[in-house]
């Protein structure tokens, strides 16, 4: 059987990554793993049952009743099915960005989605991004970027993504926002945020999206010829 590439994007909320790899993927031919999409899933999902995301019983009660898939459309892009229902716009307000930090913390969540994740990289080329794949989900990955910027330049692409699309954007909120994701991704015992030691770090936060994307070419070539 000929060999999976895999790429491994992580790095702290905002940083570009699921922007980045998927450019990456449309231009690589790769399977675009938005993995932070699944943790959201389960966040939304025990939302809807009411139960808290730092309810660790409850988490551990409910995570059997939920099952999670990927789909990918026409264009290539993730779709998250919770028990047969596509949620992937539901799944991306800032309340459960906040929540799926928090249900990211419980292992039992952690290893449901660590098998799926694994088995889709066994079965494809894949990008995948999130903030432990390659320190846990892959730590074999053929190449490893930490992507990151300043808190303050995420906040305000965030804001400026909002305002684009005509929502009500508060910087202070959101910059607020970040660093405590930032906080609870980083200090959480299980699979916590971090560079891993093989990774390349490209800190964005003087680039545009054309220039990332060519740096990390540039290393995707170095590392595995493609
Ligand atoms: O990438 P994102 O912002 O959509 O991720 C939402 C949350 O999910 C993030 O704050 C932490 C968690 N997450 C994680 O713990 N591990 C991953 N590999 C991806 C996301």
Redesign the pocket.
């Known amino acids: 059987m000929a060999k999976n590439y895999s790429i491994a994007i992580d790095g702290p909320?905002g940083a570009g990554?699921s922007t980045i790899a998927k450019r990456l993927a449309k231009e690589l031919n790769f399977m675009y793993v938005d993995?932070?999409?699944m943790?959201?899933t389960v966040a939304y999902f025990l939302d809807l049952l009411g139960i808290s995301p730092k309810d660790a019983d409850g988490v551990e009660r409910y995570i059997d009743e939920l099952t999670v898939e990927i789909e990918y459309d026409s264009d290539g892009l993730q779709h998250m099915i919770m028990n047969g229902m596509d949620v992937s716009d539901d799944i991306r307000t800032q309340d459960i960005?906040q929540k799926?930090?928090l249900v990211?913390a419980h292992g039992v969540v952690r290893d449901v989605l660590l098998d799926m994740q694994r088995s889709v990289a066994k079965k494809h080329n894949v990008i995948m991004d999130?903030?432990?794949?390659g320190t846990v989900?892959l730590p074999k990955a053929d190449v490893k970027i930490f992507l990151t910027a300043d808190p303050a330049v995420r906040a305000k692409r965030r804001c400026d993504e909002l305002l684009a699309k005509g929502e009500k954007a508060d910087l202070p909120r959101i910059l607020k926002e970040i660093e405590q994701?930032d906080y609870q991704?980083t200090n959480r015992p299980i699979?916590p945020l971090k560079q891993a030691k093989d990774a390349v770090k490209v800190d964005t936060s003087a680039l545009d999206i054309d220039g990332v994307v060519a740096a990390i070419k540039k290393i995707v070539e170095e590392k595995i010829g493609l």
Do not use: C, E, M, Y
């Open positions: 909320a990554k993995t932070g999409a943790f959201r960005s799926a930090s990211a999130g903030r432990d794949i989900v994701r991704d699979a």
